[in-house]
């Protein structure tokens, strides 16, 4: 599914990741834990190939960091659902609109984009807001909207990038228990966080970073 193996990757500052060395298989739910600037994001973005590494490679299902293309990247990402902690809403679309996104750009038939994103909707629990405005809806329900639009494709694997991070406790827990549901469906979860007291209530793999590196 996912290996990591020996990956730098330095920015100009000096920060960034250094000897990582990971395997996740598929179905796991892998938490990434540790402080800001300890190199979790930087991981997800190897992983999602937004970053490639200066050393070592990264494997992702058919993907290898060492011989993928630039055009093949955008083919990579069609398979993998991301969600951010800023959610990246479309503000001047409703929440079928922001789901449907991309469905659309890679010329899904109408038919069928119905099906899915009413489908997503329903899995975060969203059905009812479908033709909602985002700025008319909670914090939470917005998060929610992401992740809708991250699975309305059907991913193997879902990223998560502190997906918990800007949420009171309560919508936190929320947000989790739909991540838990989409797991048990089979899809592998990678989520980076910072909050040690919440993955202790969550079952699932715990890989901790600091100053770039994995720590036993």
Excluded: C, W
Aim: net charge positive; hydrophobic share 40%.
């Amino acid at each position: 599914m996912i290996e990591m193996q020996n990956v730098r990757v330095t920015y100009a500052n000096g920060e960034g990741i250094d000897q990582i060395t990971l395997k996740i298989a598929a179905g796991e739910f892998v938490f990434l834990v540790g402080p800001s600037g300890a190199g979790k994001s930087t991981v997800l973005k190897t992983i999602y190939m937004d970053v490639l590494p200066s050393e070592g490679h990264v494997r992702v299902g058919e993907y290898n960091s060492l011989f993928i293309k630039r055009h093949d990247v955008p083919y990579l990402r069609r398979k993998l659902g991301i969600v951010f902690q800023d959610f990246r809403l479309f503000m001047d679309r409703d929440i079928f609109e922001n789901v449907a996104f991309t469905l659309k750009v890679i010329g899904t038939r109408k038919k069928e984009i119905k099906r899915r994103v009413l489908r997503a909707l329903a899995d975060v629990g969203l059905s009812h807001k479908a033709r909602v405005m985002p700025d008319e809806v909670s914090g939470g329900e917005q998060q929610r909207v992401a992740i809708a639009r991250a699975i309305v494709n059907e991913p193997f694997l879902l990223l998560a990038d502190e997906p918990t991070g800007n949420l009171d406790p309560v919508t936190a827990a929320s947000i989790m228990d739909v991540l838990e549901r989409i797991n048990t469906r089979g899809t592998t979860i990678v989520m980076a966080t910072h909050n040690d007291e919440m993955v202790r209530r969550y079952r699932g793999r715990v890989v901790h970073i600091n100053n770039g590196q994995i720590i036993p």
